[in-house]
Protein backbone atom coordinates (compact mmCIF):
# COMPACT_ATOMS: atom_id res chain seq x y z
CA UNK A 1 0.00 0.00 0.00
CA UNK A 2 1.34 3.34 -0.78
CA UNK A 3 1.97 5.93 1.60
CA UNK A 4 3.60 8.90 2.64
CA UNK A 5 6.48 9.03 5.13
CA UNK A 6 6.54 12.22 7.31
CA UNK A 7 9.73 13.31 9.42
CA UNK A 8 9.07 16.34 11.57
CA UNK A 9 11.26 18.74 12.75
CA UNK A 10 12.65 20.90 9.40
CA UNK A 11 12.13 24.23 9.12
CA UNK A 12 10.86 25.16 5.43
CA UNK A 13 12.50 27.71 3.55
CA UNK A 14 12.87 28.33 -0.32
CA UNK A 15 10.32 28.48 -3.09
CA UNK A 16 7.43 26.37 -4.32
CA UNK A 17 5.49 26.57 -7.57
CA UNK A 18 1.67 26.30 -7.52
CA UNK A 19 0.58 24.43 -10.48
CA UNK A 20 -2.66 24.48 -12.09
CA UNK A 21 -6.32 24.64 -10.54
CA UNK A 22 -7.99 21.33 -10.09
CA UNK A 23 -11.29 23.06 -9.67
CA UNK A 24 -10.60 25.00 -12.41
CA UNK A 25 -9.44 22.89 -15.50
CA UNK A 26 -12.40 19.83 -14.27
CA UNK A 27 -15.10 22.22 -15.65
CA UNK A 28 -13.18 23.66 -17.84
CA UNK A 29 -12.35 19.90 -19.44
CA UNK A 30 -16.19 19.49 -19.12
CA UNK A 31 -16.69 22.79 -21.21
CA UNK A 32 -14.70 21.53 -24.04
CA UNK A 33 -17.73 19.01 -25.14
CA UNK A 34 -19.35 22.34 -25.89
CA UNK A 35 -16.82 23.22 -28.87
CA UNK A 36 -18.59 21.54 -32.34
CA UNK A 37 -15.41 23.44 -34.26
CA UNK A 38 -12.23 23.70 -34.22
CA UNK A 39 -9.73 22.14 -30.99
CA UNK A 40 -9.35 23.67 -27.25
CA UNK A 41 -5.92 23.51 -26.16
CA UNK A 42 -5.50 23.97 -22.28
CA UNK A 43 -2.80 24.80 -20.48
CA UNK A 44 -1.68 24.32 -17.04
CA UNK A 45 -3.51 21.38 -16.77
CA UNK A 46 -2.19 19.75 -13.55
CA UNK A 47 -1.35 16.25 -13.93
CA UNK A 48 -4.01 14.63 -11.05
CA UNK A 49 -5.95 11.74 -11.04
CA UNK A 50 -8.85 13.74 -11.46
CA UNK A 51 -7.73 15.01 -14.44
CA UNK A 52 -7.16 11.58 -15.91
CA UNK A 53 -10.92 10.29 -14.98
CA UNK A 54 -12.64 13.25 -16.59
CA UNK A 55 -10.45 12.83 -19.87
CA UNK A 56 -11.26 9.56 -19.93
CA UNK A 57 -14.72 10.44 -19.35
CA UNK A 58 -14.94 12.66 -22.16
CA UNK A 59 -13.27 9.79 -24.27
CA UNK A 60 -16.34 7.56 -23.54
CA UNK A 61 -17.87 9.93 -25.34
CA UNK A 62 -16.23 9.43 -28.67
CA UNK A 63 -14.02 12.71 -28.17
CA UNK A 64 -10.34 12.89 -28.10
CA UNK A 65 -8.26 13.85 -25.63
CA UNK A 66 -4.28 14.21 -26.20
CA UNK A 67 -2.22 15.45 -22.92
CA UNK A 68 1.41 16.14 -22.75
CA UNK A 69 3.46 18.65 -20.96
CA UNK A 70 0.40 19.99 -18.78
CA UNK A 71 -1.34 20.91 -22.08
CA UNK A 72 -4.50 19.24 -22.73
CA UNK A 73 -6.08 19.18 -26.01
CA UNK A 74 -9.49 18.39 -26.90
CA UNK A 75 -10.92 17.53 -29.93
CA UNK A 76 -14.71 17.67 -29.78
CA UNK A 77 -15.40 18.58 -33.22
CA UNK A 78 -17.26 14.97 -34.14
CA UNK A 79 -20.11 12.92 -33.16
CA UNK A 80 -20.61 12.52 -29.73
CA UNK A 81 -22.51 10.19 -27.08
CA UNK A 82 -24.54 11.15 -24.15
CA UNK A 83 -24.07 9.15 -21.42
CA UNK A 84 -21.28 8.61 -18.96
CA UNK A 85 -21.27 5.43 -16.73
CA UNK A 86 -21.29 4.53 -13.36
CA UNK A 87 -16.89 3.06 -12.90
CA UNK A 88 -16.27 6.84 -13.89
CA UNK A 89 -18.56 9.08 -12.32
CA UNK A 90 -18.06 7.36 -8.98
CA UNK A 91 -14.74 8.00 -8.92
CA UNK A 92 -14.92 11.89 -9.04
CA UNK A 93 -18.22 13.87 -8.63
CA UNK A 94 -16.89 16.52 -10.77
CA UNK A 95 -17.78 14.16 -13.11
CA UNK A 96 -21.60 15.26 -13.22
CA UNK A 97 -20.44 18.51 -14.83
CA UNK A 98 -20.37 17.15 -18.18
CA UNK A 99 -24.19 17.00 -18.05
CA UNK A 100 -24.48 20.83 -18.74
CA UNK A 101 -22.85 20.85 -21.68
CA UNK A 102 -24.23 17.16 -22.99
CA UNK A 103 -27.77 18.72 -22.54
CA UNK A 104 -26.62 21.70 -24.27
CA UNK A 105 -25.01 20.11 -27.55
CA UNK A 106 -27.03 16.92 -27.94
CA UNK A 107 -30.00 17.59 -26.04
CA UNK A 108 -29.88 14.70 -23.85
CA UNK A 109 -27.18 13.23 -21.50
CA UNK A 110 -27.76 10.09 -18.95
CA UNK A 111 -25.27 10.39 -16.45
CA UNK A 112 -24.68 7.84 -13.11
CA UNK A 113 -25.73 9.56 -9.67
CA UNK A 114 -22.61 10.93 -8.36
CA UNK A 115 -23.80 9.68 -4.30
CA UNK A 116 -22.29 11.25 -1.17
CA UNK A 117 -18.71 10.83 -0.45
CA UNK A 118 -16.61 11.48 3.00
CA UNK A 119 -17.31 15.29 3.73
CA UNK A 120 -21.35 14.74 3.12
CA UNK A 121 -24.21 13.64 1.17
CA UNK A 122 -23.55 16.34 -1.53
CA UNK A 123 -26.92 16.88 -3.13
CA UNK A 124 -27.15 17.89 -6.70
CA UNK A 125 -30.92 19.07 -6.37
CA UNK A 126 -29.96 22.48 -7.76
CA UNK A 127 -28.31 21.24 -11.32
CA UNK A 128 -31.29 19.76 -11.41
CA UNK A 129 -33.74 22.48 -11.01
CA UNK A 130 -31.69 24.32 -13.37
CA UNK A 131 -31.97 22.38 -16.05
CA UNK A 132 -35.18 21.99 -15.11
CA UNK A 133 -35.90 25.84 -15.46
CA UNK A 134 -34.20 25.77 -19.09
CA UNK A 135 -36.60 23.19 -20.26
CA UNK A 136 -35.01 20.02 -20.08
CA UNK A 137 -37.25 16.93 -18.41
CA UNK A 138 -35.47 15.04 -15.83
CA UNK A 139 -35.97 11.73 -15.16
CA UNK A 140 -34.43 9.22 -12.20
CA UNK A 141 -33.99 5.39 -12.61
CA UNK A 142 -31.70 2.85 -11.81
CA UNK A 143 -28.84 4.82 -10.74
CA UNK A 144 -29.02 7.07 -14.07
CA UNK A 145 -29.95 10.62 -13.87
CA UNK A 146 -31.55 11.28 -17.54
CA UNK A 147 -32.25 15.24 -18.77
CA UNK A 148 -33.63 15.85 -22.39
CA UNK A 149 -34.94 18.72 -24.21
CA UNK A 150 -36.54 19.14 -27.80
CA UNK A 151 -34.75 20.90 -29.66
CA UNK A 152 -33.17 24.16 -28.18
CA UNK A 153 -32.94 24.90 -23.80
CA UNK A 154 -34.77 27.96 -23.24
CA UNK A 155 -32.99 31.18 -21.12
CA UNK A 156 -34.78 31.37 -17.43
CA UNK A 157 -34.34 33.34 -14.42
CA UNK A 158 -32.79 30.78 -11.65
CA UNK A 159 -32.61 31.19 -7.88
CA UNK A 160 -30.03 29.09 -6.35
CA UNK A 161 -31.06 28.01 -2.75
CA UNK A 162 -27.07 27.73 -1.98
CA UNK A 163 -24.34 29.46 -4.04
CA UNK A 164 -23.19 26.10 -5.34
CA UNK A 165 -20.51 26.10 -7.10
CA UNK A 166 -20.90 23.18 -9.37
CA UNK A 167 -24.72 23.79 -9.85
CA UNK A 168 -23.80 27.20 -11.05
CA UNK A 169 -21.07 26.08 -13.43
CA UNK A 170 -23.04 23.22 -14.40
CA UNK A 171 -26.23 25.78 -15.29
CA UNK A 172 -23.72 28.10 -16.83
CA UNK A 173 -22.27 25.72 -19.79
CA UNK A 174 -26.14 24.83 -20.07
CA UNK A 175 -26.98 28.29 -20.55
CA UNK A 176 -24.45 29.06 -23.51
CA UNK A 177 -26.38 27.56 -26.55
CA UNK A 178 -30.01 28.13 -24.50
CA UNK A 179 -32.52 30.15 -26.57
CA UNK A 180 -32.60 33.87 -25.36
CA UNK A 181 -30.98 35.08 -21.53
CA UNK A 182 -30.38 32.94 -18.67
CA UNK A 183 -30.09 34.92 -15.18
CA UNK A 184 -28.07 32.73 -12.43
CA UNK A 185 -29.03 34.16 -9.04
CA UNK A 186 -27.05 33.82 -6.06
CA UNK A 187 -24.79 32.37 -7.73
CA UNK A 188 -21.06 31.37 -6.70
CA UNK A 189 -18.58 34.20 -6.78
CA UNK A 190 -15.57 31.18 -6.86
CA UNK A 191 -12.15 32.43 -8.68
CA UNK A 192 -13.01 29.06 -10.31
CA UNK A 193 -16.25 29.90 -11.66
CA UNK A 194 -14.10 33.57 -13.33
CA UNK A 195 -11.82 31.26 -15.10
CA UNK A 196 -14.73 29.07 -16.89
CA UNK A 197 -16.50 32.05 -17.82
CA UNK A 198 -13.64 33.23 -19.86
CA UNK A 199 -12.82 29.90 -21.18
CA UNK A 200 -16.36 29.85 -22.72
CA UNK A 201 -16.14 33.53 -23.37
CA UNK A 202 -13.21 32.36 -25.31
CA UNK A 203 -15.58 29.73 -27.40
CA UNK A 204 -17.80 32.79 -28.43
CA UNK A 205 -20.07 32.23 -25.25
CA UNK A 206 -21.61 35.80 -23.97
CA UNK A 207 -21.43 35.35 -19.88
CA UNK A 208 -21.15 38.10 -17.70
CA UNK A 209 -21.05 39.27 -14.07
CA UNK A 210 -18.98 35.89 -13.05
CA UNK A 211 -17.67 37.01 -10.04
CA UNK A 212 -20.58 38.43 -8.27
CA UNK A 213 -23.60 36.94 -7.66
CA UNK A 214 -25.79 37.33 -10.74
CA UNK A 215 -24.41 35.91 -13.78
CA UNK A 216 -26.01 36.77 -17.14
CA UNK A 217 -25.90 34.55 -20.45
CA UNK A 218 -26.39 35.45 -23.52
CA UNK A 219 -27.09 31.94 -25.58
CA UNK A 220 -25.78 31.49 -28.75
CA UNK A 221 -25.80 28.72 -31.47
CA UNK A 222 -22.72 27.45 -31.44
CA UNK A 223 -19.26 27.26 -29.77
CA UNK A 224 -16.01 26.41 -30.99
CA UNK A 225 -12.79 25.08 -29.26
CA UNK A 226 -10.55 27.89 -27.61
CA UNK A 227 -7.02 28.27 -26.09
CA UNK A 228 -7.16 29.19 -22.24
CA UNK A 229 -4.22 28.90 -19.30
CA UNK A 230 -5.95 27.80 -16.03
CA UNK A 231 -5.48 29.56 -13.06
CA UNK A 232 -3.24 28.72 -10.07
CA UNK A 233 -4.66 26.51 -7.72
CA UNK A 234 -5.44 28.47 -4.49
CA UNK A 235 -6.13 26.07 -2.35
CA UNK A 236 -2.54 24.01 -3.11
CA UNK A 237 -1.09 27.67 -2.38
CA UNK A 238 -2.72 27.95 0.48
CA UNK A 239 -1.63 24.57 1.96
CA UNK A 240 1.88 25.46 1.04
CA UNK A 241 1.31 28.59 3.13
CA UNK A 242 0.41 26.78 6.12
CA UNK A 243 3.45 24.41 5.30
CA UNK A 244 5.37 27.83 5.63
CA UNK A 245 3.98 28.92 8.76
CA UNK A 246 3.61 25.73 10.94
CA UNK A 247 7.46 24.94 10.59
CA UNK A 248 8.44 28.63 11.82
CA UNK A 249 9.65 28.53 7.82
CA UNK A 250 10.26 31.45 5.36
CA UNK A 251 9.11 30.23 2.00
CA UNK A 252 7.93 31.63 -1.30
CA UNK A 253 4.64 30.16 -3.10
CA UNK A 254 5.36 31.21 -6.62
CA UNK A 255 2.13 31.55 -8.77
CA UNK A 256 -0.34 32.26 -5.58
CA UNK A 257 -2.39 35.26 -6.14
CA UNK A 258 -3.35 36.98 -3.20
CA UNK A 259 -6.60 38.08 -4.30
CA UNK A 260 -7.82 34.45 -4.46
CA UNK A 261 -6.69 33.70 -0.68
CA UNK A 262 -8.04 36.76 0.91
CA UNK A 263 -9.64 35.24 4.20
CA UNK A 264 -6.57 32.68 4.14
CA UNK A 265 -4.19 35.68 4.29
CA UNK A 266 -6.17 37.66 7.06
CA UNK A 267 -6.33 34.52 8.86
CA UNK A 268 -3.14 33.74 9.00
CA UNK A 269 -1.74 37.57 9.61
CA UNK A 270 -4.21 37.55 12.75
CA UNK A 271 -2.15 34.42 14.13
CA UNK A 272 0.80 36.41 14.00
CA UNK A 273 2.04 35.35 10.66
CA UNK A 274 3.76 37.43 8.07
CA UNK A 275 2.20 37.30 4.86
CA UNK A 276 4.14 39.48 1.95
CA UNK A 277 2.44 39.15 -1.78
CA UNK A 278 3.80 40.32 -5.09
CA UNK A 279 3.29 40.08 -7.97
CA UNK A 280 4.29 36.48 -8.82
CA UNK A 281 3.55 35.01 -5.44
CA UNK A 282 3.41 35.17 -1.69
CA UNK A 283 5.95 35.05 0.62
CA UNK A 284 5.01 33.08 3.87
CA UNK A 285 7.28 34.30 6.87
CA UNK A 286 6.25 32.91 10.79
CA UNK A 287 9.17 34.09 12.86
CA UNK A 288 6.86 34.25 16.49
CA UNK A 289 4.75 31.99 18.42
CA UNK A 290 1.59 32.02 16.83
CA UNK A 291 -2.02 32.87 18.21
CA UNK A 292 -5.70 31.16 18.54
CA UNK A 293 -8.34 32.09 16.00
CA UNK A 294 -11.86 31.18 15.47
CA UNK A 295 -12.54 30.45 11.38
CA UNK A 296 -15.65 29.93 9.92
CA UNK A 297 -16.02 27.89 6.52
CA UNK A 298 -18.02 30.05 3.98
CA UNK A 299 -18.49 30.25 0.17
CA UNK A 300 -16.01 32.39 -1.69
CA UNK A 301 -15.16 35.49 -1.07
CA UNK A 302 -15.36 33.37 2.92
CA UNK A 303 -13.04 31.34 4.22
CA UNK A 304 -12.64 28.29 1.78
CA UNK A 305 -13.61 24.68 2.93
CA UNK A 306 -11.36 23.13 1.34
CA UNK A 307 -8.23 24.60 3.62
CA UNK A 308 -10.36 23.99 6.65
CA UNK A 309 -8.93 20.75 8.15
CA UNK A 310 -5.25 22.29 6.92
CA UNK A 311 -6.17 25.11 8.82
CA UNK A 312 -6.87 23.08 11.59
CA UNK A 313 -3.50 21.78 11.69
CA UNK A 314 -1.79 25.16 12.44
CA UNK A 315 -4.36 25.99 15.18
CA UNK A 316 -3.63 22.67 17.20
CA UNK A 317 0.43 23.84 17.62
CA UNK A 318 -0.96 27.86 18.17
CA UNK A 319 -1.56 29.25 21.34
CA UNK A 320 -4.31 29.51 22.73
CA UNK A 321 -8.29 27.48 22.18
CA UNK A 322 -10.22 27.86 18.59
CA UNK A 323 -13.34 27.67 17.22
CA UNK A 324 -13.87 26.03 13.63
CA UNK A 325 -17.30 26.43 12.20
CA UNK A 326 -17.88 24.47 9.00
CA UNK A 327 -20.73 26.04 7.43
CA UNK A 328 -20.25 24.76 3.71
CA UNK A 329 -20.14 20.50 4.17
CA UNK A 330 -22.34 18.94 6.98
CA UNK A 331 -19.59 15.74 7.82
CA UNK A 332 -16.59 17.06 7.17
CA UNK A 333 -14.38 17.07 10.15
CA UNK A 334 -13.17 13.29 9.50
CA UNK A 335 -9.40 14.17 10.37
CA UNK A 336 -10.12 15.02 13.86
CA UNK A 337 -9.87 11.05 15.06
CA UNK A 338 -6.37 11.04 12.68
CA UNK A 339 -5.47 14.69 14.52
CA UNK A 340 -6.47 12.44 17.69
CA UNK A 341 -4.11 9.58 17.28
CA UNK A 342 -1.13 12.01 16.58
CA UNK A 343 -2.18 13.94 20.57
CA UNK A 344 -4.01 16.86 18.56
CA UNK A 345 -6.45 17.90 21.09
CA UNK A 346 -10.10 18.66 19.58
CA UNK A 347 -13.95 18.44 20.20
CA UNK A 348 -16.40 18.06 17.96
CA UNK A 349 -19.87 19.30 18.52
CA UNK A 350 -21.92 19.15 14.69
CA UNK A 351 -20.69 21.59 12.63
CA UNK A 352 -18.22 23.25 15.73
CA UNK A 353 -14.97 22.39 16.05
CA UNK A 354 -12.97 23.65 19.38
CA UNK A 355 -9.25 22.78 18.92
CA UNK A 356 -6.97 23.42 21.63
CA UNK A 357 -3.78 24.83 20.90
CA UNK A 358 -0.27 24.44 21.66
CA UNK A 359 -0.23 20.69 21.33
CA UNK A 360 3.23 19.06 21.15
CA UNK A 361 2.01 16.82 17.91
CA UNK A 362 3.40 13.01 17.96
CA UNK A 363 3.65 11.46 14.74
CA UNK A 364 1.69 8.20 14.26
CA UNK A 365 0.22 5.97 11.22
CA UNK A 366 -2.73 8.18 10.13
CA UNK A 367 -4.93 7.71 7.32
CA UNK A 368 -6.18 10.57 4.38
CA UNK A 369 -10.00 10.35 5.05
CA UNK A 370 -10.91 12.81 1.67
CA UNK A 371 -8.15 14.99 -0.20
CA UNK A 372 -7.47 17.66 1.73
CA UNK A 373 -7.91 15.97 4.72
CA UNK A 374 -4.91 14.07 3.61
CA UNK A 375 -3.03 17.36 2.62
CA UNK A 376 -3.23 18.79 6.96
CA UNK A 377 -2.06 15.36 8.13
CA UNK A 378 1.13 15.66 6.40
CA UNK A 379 1.53 18.92 7.15
CA UNK A 380 0.44 18.09 11.34
CA UNK A 381 3.47 15.28 10.74
CA UNK A 382 6.13 18.34 9.29
CA UNK A 383 6.01 19.58 13.61
CA UNK A 384 5.27 16.08 14.47
CA UNK A 385 8.06 14.42 17.23
CA UNK A 386 9.00 11.64 15.19
CA UNK A 387 7.75 9.70 11.81
CA UNK A 388 4.29 10.17 10.76
CA UNK A 389 2.84 7.79 8.14
CA UNK A 390 0.17 8.67 5.69
CA UNK A 391 -2.07 5.73 4.37
CA UNK A 392 -4.82 6.70 1.65
CA UNK A 393 -2.78 8.22 -1.04
CA UNK A 394 -4.90 7.69 -3.67
CA UNK A 395 -7.38 10.90 -2.00
CA UNK A 396 -4.51 13.13 -2.21
CA UNK A 397 -3.23 12.03 -5.47
CA UNK A 398 -6.54 13.80 -6.81
CA UNK A 399 -5.75 17.12 -5.72
CA UNK A 400 -1.79 17.72 -4.98
CA UNK A 401 0.68 17.27 -8.58
CA UNK A 402 3.93 16.31 -7.26
CA UNK A 403 3.45 16.53 -3.32
CA UNK A 404 6.38 14.89 -1.67
CA UNK A 405 8.71 16.40 -4.46
CA UNK A 406 7.27 20.30 -3.83
CA UNK A 407 7.74 19.48 -0.18
CA UNK A 408 11.21 18.58 -0.39
CA UNK A 409 11.90 21.47 -2.30
CA UNK A 410 10.99 23.29 0.73
CA UNK A 411 13.48 21.21 2.56
CA UNK A 412 10.85 18.96 3.80
CA UNK A 413 11.55 15.55 4.80
CA UNK A 414 8.73 13.95 3.19
CA UNK A 415 8.76 10.44 1.20
CA UNK A 416 6.58 8.58 -0.90
CA UNK A 417 6.78 4.91 -0.27
CA UNK A 418 5.05 2.72 -2.70
CA UNK A 419 4.99 -0.60 -4.53
CA UNK A 420 4.89 -0.17 -8.49
CA UNK A 421 2.24 1.00 -10.37
CA UNK A 422 1.77 -0.32 -13.81
CA UNK A 423 0.68 2.76 -14.85
CA UNK A 424 -0.09 1.38 -18.66
CA UNK A 425 -2.57 -1.09 -17.13
CA UNK A 426 -4.42 1.27 -15.04
CA UNK A 427 -5.09 4.00 -17.88
CA UNK A 428 -2.81 4.28 -20.64
CA UNK A 429 -3.14 8.20 -21.08
CA UNK A 430 -1.19 8.14 -17.11
CA UNK A 431 2.00 6.37 -18.70
CA UNK A 432 2.21 9.20 -21.53
CA UNK A 433 1.52 11.82 -18.34
CA UNK A 434 4.20 10.48 -16.47
CA UNK A 435 6.78 10.28 -19.14
CA UNK A 436 6.56 13.69 -19.97
CA UNK A 437 7.34 14.62 -16.10
CA UNK A 438 10.25 12.60 -16.23
C1 LIG B 1 -14.61 20.10 -8.26
C2 LIG B 1 -14.90 21.23 -7.37
O1 LIG B 1 -14.90 22.37 -7.80
N1 LIG B 1 -15.14 20.96 -6.09
C3 LIG B 1 -15.37 22.03 -5.16
C4 LIG B 1 -16.82 22.44 -5.24
O2 LIG B 1 -17.59 21.28 -4.98
P1 LIG B 1 -19.17 21.31 -5.31
O3 LIG B 1 -19.38 22.06 -6.55
O4 LIG B 1 -19.64 19.91 -5.22
O5 LIG B 1 -19.67 22.12 -4.06
P2 LIG B 1 -21.01 22.95 -3.92
O6 LIG B 1 -20.66 24.40 -3.83
O7 LIG B 1 -21.97 22.54 -4.96
O8 LIG B 1 -21.54 22.44 -2.53
C5 LIG B 1 -21.64 23.26 -1.41
C6 LIG B 1 -22.81 22.85 -0.55
O9 LIG B 1 -24.01 22.94 -1.30
C7 LIG B 1 -24.74 21.73 -1.21
N2 LIG B 1 -25.45 21.51 -2.48
C8 LIG B 1 -24.76 21.59 -3.65
C9 LIG B 1 -25.39 21.35 -4.86
C10 LIG B 1 -26.78 21.05 -4.85
O10 LIG B 1 -27.40 20.83 -5.89
N3 LIG B 1 -27.43 20.99 -3.66
C11 LIG B 1 -26.80 21.23 -2.46
O11 LIG B 1 -27.41 21.15 -1.41
C12 LIG B 1 -23.67 20.69 -0.95
O12 LIG B 1 -24.18 19.54 -0.36
C13 LIG B 1 -22.73 21.43 -0.02
O13 LIG B 1 -23.20 21.37 1.28
O14 LIG B 1 -17.08 23.45 -4.28
C14 LIG B 1 -16.87 23.04 -2.92
C15 LIG B 1 -17.28 24.18 -2.01
O15 LIG B 1 -16.44 25.25 -2.15
C16 LIG B 1 -15.43 22.61 -2.73
O16 LIG B 1 -15.28 22.06 -1.44
C17 LIG B 1 -15.01 21.58 -3.76
O17 LIG B 1 -13.62 21.39 -3.72
C1 LIG C 1 -13.79 18.49 -1.95
C2 LIG C 1 -12.90 18.67 -2.92
O1 LIG C 1 -13.04 18.27 -4.21
P1 LIG C 1 -14.25 17.50 -4.92
O2 LIG C 1 -15.40 18.44 -4.98
O3 LIG C 1 -13.69 17.22 -6.26
O4 LIG C 1 -14.54 16.28 -4.08
C3 LIG C 1 -11.62 19.38 -2.69
O5 LIG C 1 -10.97 19.74 -3.70
O6 LIG C 1 -11.23 19.56 -1.52
Redesign the pocket.
Known sequence: MSKFIVRGGKRLTGTVKVSGA???V??IIAASILGEEGVSVIHDAPPLD?VLTINQLLETLGITIEYANETIRVHANREIKTEASYELVRK???SF?VMGPLLARQGHARIALPGGCA???????????GFEALGAEIGLGQGYIEAKVNGRLKGAKIY??????????NIMMAATLAQGTTTIENA?K?P?IVDLANYLNAMGAVVRGAGTGVIRIEGVEKLRGANHTVIPDR?EAGTYMIAGAITGGDIYVEGAIADHLTPVIAKMEEMGVTVIPDENGIRVLADRPLRAVDVK?L??PGF???MQSQMMALLMVSEGTSIMTET???N?YMHVPEFENMRGSIKVDGRTAIVSGGTKLVGAKVVATD??AGAALILAGLVADGETEVGGTHHIDR?YVNLAYKFKQLGADVNRIEPERNYQEEAPMYAEVQSSLA
Open positions: KNSLPDMRALIGTRPIDQHLKLDFASVGATQAEEVTPYPTDVFERLRG
